[in-house]
């Protein structure tokens, strides 16, 4: 190869590095995130199954509905030879993430994929964990948080306009029902082969909610984290 060539593609490889680097602005308010993740803005998962060189892939791009485990099951139900699902979206339903990474995985060989430059969040994170294998391409996004129950603000000011005891009652029933999504969330980790660590050095660390002080509750692993707690898995 002419020094000329070896120069030419030299820069083409430092140009596609930038473009998942430096290129890319940080959020300042989570400084291990890209400020705009390339998560979809469909109000609902869309499952789109296409043609991917010789293999049949599944796109699902969108938010993490309530129906999506069933609309999931019927899709792969319909198309067997799927062989991967690549996976686009800003969470949702975390019930309904854990039931629809339960679809994936009793599909047995069905990878989930986070492509380069596609961010997968929140309770998309349980779905990408149903495959079996699972892949984080590099310039993927696995973003984590600290799941919480109170983002129905509604709820929330009615009951402060209810008085103390609809507040209280309130409190009582988010505590009880966050308890039990991490007792749900623990044991899912653990049928999909995935450590409790990350539970408990990773999400349950980040703040739910923001403050003056440190306005971060986003957090995206690397590569090295994704393996070592058992995310993904390491090349071939």
């Known amino acids: 190869m002419s020094l000329l060539r070896k120069i030419a593609r030299i820069g083409v490889a430092a140009l596609a590095l930038a473009s998942l680097t430096g290129a890319t602005a940080m959020d300042p308010a989570n400084p291990t995130c890209p400020l705009n993740p390339n998560w979809s803005t ?45 996976l686009r979206s800003p969470g949702g339903d975390a019930r309904a993430g854990n039931a629809a990474g339960r679809v994936i995985r009793s599909n047995m060989g069905v990878t989930t994929r986070i492509p380069a430059g ?39 000011d009615m009951s402060v306009a209810m008085g103390t005891d609809a507040t209280r009652e309130l409190i009582g029933d988010i505590e009880q029902d966050s308890a039990l999504l991490a007792s749900e969330d623990n044991d899912f980790l653990i049928r999909m082969g995935i450590s409790r660590k990350l539970l408990t050095e990773v ?34």
């Open 42 to 86: 469909n109000p609902t998962m869309k499952l789109t199954i296409e043609k991917r060189g010789e293999m049949k892939v599944m796109l699902a791009e969108g938010r993490v509905d309530p129906g999506l485990p069933e609309r999931l099951a019927a899709a792969l139900k319909a198309n067997p030879d799927v062989g991967e699902i690549w």
């Open 118 to 156: 596609w961010a997968c969040f929140s309770a998309c994170n349980f779905v990408f964990m149903g495959g079996a294998p699972r892949v984080i391409d590099p310039g993927g996004l696995f973003i984590v948080h600290m799941f919480t129950r109170t983002g129905d603000r509604s709820a929330i």
């Open 203 to 236: 999400m349950y660390r980040q703040q739910a909610v923001a403050t003056e002080e440190n306005k971060s509750t986003r957090r995206c692993l690397t590569l090295d984290e994704a393996l070592k707690y058992g995310v993904t898995y390491a090349p071939e």
